[in-house]
Structures are given as C-alpha cells and as structure tokens.
C-alpha cells in the first residue's frame, strides 16, 4: 500500500516503524533484541486489535493476540501469510530462549528470519546492514506491516481487502 492509500487518522504510524528500529537499535546483544523486539511486535498487535475494537487485549498473551489477529482474516491480503508466520516464528524463539537453556543459535535463527522479512516485506532502511542491524530492520519492517492491517478497517469494524 502507497503512502497515497494510507487513511488520514493512521497517518502517523510511519513513526511507529522509526520508533521501534530506534529503540532496538540502541541494543547490542540478540537474545535482547529477541526480547525487546517481541514486546515492540505484542504492543503493535495491541494497537490493530484495539482499532478492530478486540476487547480484553490487555491481559492476553502474545500468541493470543496473534489468535486474535487471525480471527480477523486478513487471509485475502497480499502480506498476510509472511505477518502471520513470522509472527509464530518469533514466538516460537522466544519461548526456546525463555524455557531451553541450551538454546545458543539466537543470533542465527533470528538472522534468517530477518532476510525473510525482507525479501518478502518493504520496509524503510535507517543504517547500513550488518548482522544485527537486519534484525532490528526486520522488527521495524514487520510492526509497520502489523499496524498496515488497520488500514482495511470498515466501518463495521471488520477486515476488508
């Protein structure tokens, strides 16, 4: 979606994607980026879900709100199935580095996804690449395609392609 087709009340969620790659750019270590950049992505599927009206995010947990999200298919939408499974991807990392002390391929694992991310999603470039700074791209990349779900709002509060 071009800049042209963003409605005028989301506007500003361009700085979004800023915000996060700044905030996790400050980082050095991956297994924080990992951690960071989750909360970045669950506080991004707070946000959609609020705008679809989605009661009782609050207290849901990642994976939930990415149930939630999938409740409301956006199936027909070109990004859909790359937000949907990079999603459960870190999902899935995060909760290996939480509950697998042996876990040691972070930085590995979270590389590949963030080349996932973009070859397949456009996002906006603030450094040069390097291994670290690809995954924080990746988050940034992927919260601006998260809250790009909240432009197919009608006014009945349902998904529309």
Do not use: C
């Amino acid at each position: 979606m071009n800049k042209k087709e963003i409605p005028e009340e989301f506007k500003i969620d361009h700085l979004f994607e800023l915000a996060v790659w700044g905030n996790l750019d400050r980082f050095k270590d991956t297994e924080l980026i990992l951690l960071k950049g989750q909360l970045y992505l669950e506080t991004t599927m707070s946000i959609v879900l609020e705008r679809f009206e989605v009661k009782e995010i609050d207290n849901k947990s990642f994976y939930k709100k990415m149930k939630e999200l999938e409740k409301l298919k956006f199936s027909d939408l070109k990004d859909w199935k790359i937000i949907l499974s990079s999603l459960h991807y870190i999902n899935f990392l995060r909760n290996k580095l939480a509950h697998d002390f042996r876990y040691k391929s972070a930085a590995e694992d979270l590389s590949e996804w963030a080349d996932k991310i973009r070859d397949n999603l456009e996002g906006t470039k603030y450094s040069n690449y390097t291994k670290r700074t690809k995954i924080v791209h990746a988050f940034s990349t992927l919260s601006n395609h998260i809250l790009a779900l909240s432009y197919h709002i009608n006014k009945n509060k349902k998904a529309v392609s």
